[in-house]
């Protein structure tokens, strides 16, 4: 993470950097009448993403470096190794959302929107030094950096997945070997590309939405086998038995046809044009072209949530039932204040094998 870049710059108003010490000294009044302020620097400045500069190569060197623990089928994933990476290059990472809700540039744009956020990172939605004196603590440094985290904290939007490209190294590791080729049937925002990357895998993937920018990302630090393609997995069919391990995170959609992330509006999307296009073409013909290019015996791995029994049962029909699970442990905001005392759930990786 890099501290000094303007994203991440401590704000000043009237000559005062507005430090969580500062923030803390000051009763509720102090701290309401710094919104205002605090909303005019903001409008002034516009929205911002972030700028990680000179920090990019430390951190992907942090994450070449990371040795995952393979004996474990339980990972937490609150990892942000090598994400702050992501966020640098897919600004389209800041357009998803769900379904009628605001994506985080809306939730910025709006004026009552960001006077909410602004005070929610004074502080003041848990100020009440009588009944509850340890919260008055609970303050920041407000920059762009705490604006933009505050968003999910707050849940004025949605908290949008980020594969970590941690967990990626990790299932490349565990059910690839060095030197193999890997296919990602959704690039998404990068993570996977990194996890490959680190391992020392020859990683293909395709999307039809990300891909300008990572590719960006793969020259910029001059990853090496990595090959990208524009387009969705339903189109991409490779020589058969060429791929040595294939895994993923596609697009969540519940039996209830909910759609749980919608990442744009574009036309390439895979849920664009209707539910039966998304089962019997997107989903059906990703999972026989991914058997198709997957050698015998090779593992297919699939992350969804469990709520997606019929892409699940899709994946059954074609693989057969999982061999193994690994699971990905969520925990979720200390500062939402609708959060539960036992909000600890599971995400599964259903690890297929291909039996030809």
Known sequence: ????????????????????????????????????????HFRSQGWMYPDEGDSIQEEYQKLINHQPDLSSNILYNNSSLATNICKHYCHNFYLATEKNKPNMIEVFNDD?????????????????PINNPEGV????????????????????????????????????MKYS??????????????????????????????????????QVMVDDLKLQDIKL?????????LDENYIDFSFSSPPYVTDKSV?????????????AKGMDNFYNVYWKQTLDNVKYMLKPNKIFGLNLTKDCGKMIQMAVDIFGNPVEEVNLRLVRS???????????????????????
Request: charged share 25%; with cysteine.
């Open 112 to 128: 009552k929107s960001l006077r909410t956020l602004i005070a929610n990172r004074l502080g003041l939605d848990w100020y009440d």
């Open 137 to 172: 603590t609970e303050t920041f440094n407000i920059s762009f950096r705490m604006m933009v985290q505050g968003m999910r904290s707050k849940r004025l939007v949605p908290s949008i997945s980020m594969f970590k490209p941690e967990i990626a190294k990790y299932m490349y």
């Open 334 to 356: 200390h500062l939402n204040k609708k959060s539960k005392a036992d909000a600890t759930k599971y995400e599964p990786i259903f690890i297929f094998e291909n039996i030809k």
């Open 1 to 40: 993470m890099n501290n000094n870049s303007k994203f991440a710059q401590i704000v000043t108003i009237n000559g005062q950097p507005i430090t969580k010490q500062y923030v803390a000294s000051l009763d509720k009044k102090g701290r309401e009448d710094l919104i205002e302020p605090l909303f005019q």
């Open 229 to 237: 393609i524009k387009s969705g997995s339903e189109n991409i069919k």
């Open 259 to 271: 759609i749980k992330e919608f990442y744009s509006k574009e036309e390439t999307q895979a849920y």
């Open 177 to 214: 070997n060095e030197g193999d080729t890997v296919f990602d049937y959704s690039c998404g925002f990068g993570g996977r590309a990194l996890g490959a990357a680190s391992c020392n895998r020859k990683y293909i993937g395709t999307d039809p939405w990300t891909v300008d920018e990572l």
